[in-house]
């Protein structure tokens, strides 16, 4: 099992620009979570999608965050344009079913200058 | 108020040392709670998890709740170095899968 898988590991764009986050949850999980983690907020929910139909936006802060799931096996979350108030990691998750723990990726660390 | 409040920190302990990770929680609604343990530079990974009130072991690890005072702890005995981690408590808040985390505490355990 490979885990949830992230990409790219690190992301650095300047103000302005489109960035684009993707994931891989584990084979066989049917929901995932996009969090975002910084220093001052902490760990935050911003979307999650089960058998991949969003669920709860309520966490994206803004119209500029758009997040899709194609697929079992891969999500998007896309921010256009990039602010530097954007800069965090941004992790994927995904879980088996209610109550089941969370797997989280690695994450993508953005810096947006 | 946030929903579930954690100190920061940071905390450095000798090895060996007992430790304690403390949250509160807003909401008395609030029934199960977990503890996840995040590495640098890794994701967060499920440590623990109790529901309702108690206390729950595994290991060197203790989590528990006290519902009367909504206070949640974990406690970690014979501390190692590879203990050192930063720790968030979490709890459903909106739906079952809506989990809710703590600032996190970054714990250091010194050889």
């Known amino acids: 099992d490979a885990g949830v898988i992230q990409s790219p590991r690190h992301e650095v764009t300047e103000m302005g620009q489109e960035v684009t986050l993707r994931c891989k949850p584990i084979?066989?999980?049917?929901?995932l979570f996009w969090y975002r983690q910084t220093m001052m907020r902490g760990l935050e929910l911003l979307i999650y999608?089960?058998?991949?139909?969003?669920?709860?936006d309520s966490g994206m802060p803004e119209d500029r965050f758009s997040a899709k799931m194609p697929n079992a096996s891969f999500s998007t979350l896309k921010i256009q344009p990039s602010e530097p108030r954007d800069s965090a990691v941004y992790f994927c998750?995904?879980?088996?079913?209610?109550?089941?723990?969370?797997?989280f990726g690695n994450g993508t660390r953005l810096t947006v200058t | 108020q946030k929903e579930v409040e954690q100190d920061p920190g940071p905390l450095s302990v000798p090895e060996g040392a007992i430790v304690s990770l403390n949250c509160t929680y807003s909401n008395s609604a609030f029934q199960y709670f977990m503890w996840y343990r995040q590495y640098s530079r890794k994701g967060p990974e499920l440590l623990m998890y109790t529901y309702s009130s108690g206390n729950k072991e595994d290991g060197r690890f203790t989590a528990q709740v006290d519902k009367s005072s909504k206070y949640i702890s974990l406690f970690i005995r014979d501390s190692q170095p590879s203990d050192s981690a930063t720790y968030l408590c979490?709890?459903?808040?909106?739906?079952?899968?809506?989990?809710?985390f703590g600032q996190g505490t970054r714990l250091t355990i010194n050889p």
């Open positions: 979490a709890t459903p808040s909106g739906g079952a899968q809506k989990l809710v």
């Open positions: 084979s066989g999980h049917n929901s």
């Open positions: 999608f089960n058998n991949n139909v969003p669920i709860d």
């Open positions: 998750a995904s879980s088996l079913a209610d109550n089941s723990p969370l797997h």
